[in-house]
T-cell receptor, first 115, second 109 residues
Framework: KAGVTQTPRYLIKTRGQQVTLSCSPI?????VSWYQQTPGQGLQFLFE?????QRNKGNFPGRFSGRQFSNSRSEMNVSTLELGDSALYLC???WGTGGRGETQYFGPGTRLLVL | AQRVTQPEKLLSVFKGAPVELKCNYS??????LFWYVQYSRQRLQLLLR??SRESIKGFTADLNKGETSFHLKKPFAQEEDSAMYYC???????????FGKGTLLTVNP
């Protein structure tokens, strides 16, 4: 079974621009979560989608948004980029049923550099 | 609010020595705890879940609700265990994982 894939793998943008990152979950998984990983803050939860609905959201400004399509693929968008948005953005997928011990499977990440 | 604390940023041991990576948590309710590992240039992957009570690659972790801890242990460390280890809490109906800051384990030959 193919793992979680993310595109692009690397991205360089300048301040003020916007960016869209894409995530394809494992086949059959309906939940997609997004995390931001930085050296200072570690891994921080951004949001989670299930059946095209956002079920949970972390403490990030409104510049960070996401969506999920009917095939469970997800995109996240960051508008008006700031230098501090430079990070590795990880996507994770799971069945999404909330069962005990449900595991999230992570993609390789998209490394975003904002200049 | 749920919180995970990994007190050691760095941990260095010699091959064959026991290793313990500490994890403490705060959570209201019945916690679900995980250990994830990230080897060099690889993606983050699940190592073990408390609910499974399993041993993976010789690692075990016991949930101690009284001490709110979920320490990861291995009796004899191997060089290939060198990696970044993250303790995480959540999942279930919470639909999100809260991670600790991670511990970088180095196993020296």
């Amino acid at each position: 079974k193919a793992g979680v894939t993310q595109t692009p793998r690397y991205l360089i943008k300048t301040r003020g621009q916007q960016v869209t990152l894409s995530c394809s979950p494992i086949s059959g998984h309906r939940s997609v979560s997004w995390y931001q990983q930085t050296p200072g803050q570690g891994l921080q939860f951004l949001f989670e989608y299930f059946s095209e609905t956002q079920r949970n959201k972390g403490n990030f400004p409104g510049r960070f948004s996401g969506r999920q399509f009917s095939n469970s693929r997800s995109e996240m968008n960051v508008s008006t980029l700031e230098l501090g948005d430079s990070a590795l953005y990880l996507c994770a997928s799971s069945w999404g049923t909330g069962g005990r011990g449900e595991t999230q499977y992570f993609g390789p990440g998209t490394r975003l550099l904002v200049l | 609010a749920q919180r995970v604390t990994q007190p050691e940023k760095l941990l260095s041991v010699f091959k064959g020595a026991p290793v313990e990576l500490k994890c403490n948590y705060s959570y209201s309710g019945s916690p679900e705890l995980f250990w994830y590992v990230q080897y060099s240039r690889q993606r983050l992957q699940l190592l073990l879940r408390h609910i499974s009570r399993e041993s993976i690659k010789g690692f075990t972790a016991d949930l101690n609700k009284g001490e709110t801890s979920f320490h990861l242990k291995k009796p004899f460390a191997q060089e290939e265990d060198s990696a970044m280890y993250y303790c995480a809490i959540g999942g279930g109906s919470n639909y999100k994982l809260t991670f600790g800051k991670g511990t970088l384990l180095t196993v020296n030959p």
